[in-house]
Nanobody
């Protein structure tokens, strides 16, 4: 049974920072990409960042330059450092991981709430 444990969410004022963690035993060094997504109330889920197996990272323009994805293989943990937070960053943030042949299988964390006040 896959168990992903997210933490680090909370409430901050605009301009503040938070670091999200996703503990994912067995997933940080299995050769598959790892991702963060978010979903604001009443909106569709939005991709936030990806870290590939070679360590390269990618972001949408909405968070580029403010968010940083990283992982620690020794701790089996995926991170999302979020700086210069804006009210529009308010959402439930979830990690997504893969495994299996060709990384076809996907698993989601339970999500952690981030609220940014103006």
């Amino acid at each position: 049974q896959v168990q992903l444990m997210e933490s680090g969410g909370g409430s901050v004022q605009a301009g503040g920072s938070l670091r999200l963690s996703c503990t994912a035993p067995g997933f940080t060094s299995n050769g598959c990409d790892m991702h963060w997504y978010r979903q604001a109330a009443g909106k569709q889920r939005e991709w936030v960042s990806t870290i590939s197996t070679d360590g390269s990272t990618s972001y949408p323009d909405s968070v580029k330059g403010r968010f940083t994805i990283s992982k620690d293989n020794a701790k089996d943990t995926l991170y999302l450092q979020m700086n210069s937070l804006k009210p529009e960053d308010t959402a439930i943030y979830s990690c997504k991981v893969h495994d299996g042949r060709w990384c076809w299988s996907s698993y989601w964390g339970q999500g952690t709430q981030v609220t940014v006040s103006s």
